[in-house]
Nanobody, 123 residues
Framework: VQLQASGGGLVQAGGSLRLSCAAS????????MGWFRQAPGKEREFVAS????????YYADFVKGRFTISRDNAKKTMYLQMSSLKPEDTAVYYC?????????????????WGQGTLVTVSS
């Protein structure tokens, strides 16, 4: 499975960006997908996840009400709409496909990872 994240860039505080994650493989439609991020000097942290049908979503507390995760299984693509961005949202954002079982917010429970896309929020 290959995942390709895109959509990062430089944005001012309060602005918006939409990240995309395109999958190359057919099992995308049957797996939980997630977004994680890693800021310089910090550990990778969970951002959001979405169930295979696109109905069940989970968010880290620090993005609730600002970010929205979605997916289009026909296009094998997942999205992260980010609004009201803050400088502390600056990080490399990674998309990942979860293995069966485990926790939605645990990086170790994700089997496949994209290369990451950099989001920089200026103040």
């Amino acid at each position: 499975v290959q995942l390709q994240a895109s959509g990062g860039g430089l944005v001012q505080a309060g602005g918006s960006l939409r990240l995309s994650c395109a999958a190359s493989e057919g099992t995308f439609s049957f797996n939980v997908m997630g977004w994680f991020r890693q800021a310089p000097g910090k550990e990778r942290e969970f951002v959001a996840s979405i169930g295979w049908r696109g109905i069940t979503t989970y968010y880290a507390d620090f993005v609730k009400g600002r970010f929205t995760i979605s997916r289009d299984n026909a296009k094998k693509t997942m999205y992260l709409q980010m609004s009201s961005l803050k400088p502390e949202d600056t990080a490399v954002y990674y998309c990942a496909q979860k293995r069966y079982g485990g926790s939605n917010d645990a990086a170790d429970d994700y089997a496949y990872w994209g290369q990451g896309t950099l989001v920089t929020v200026s103040s």
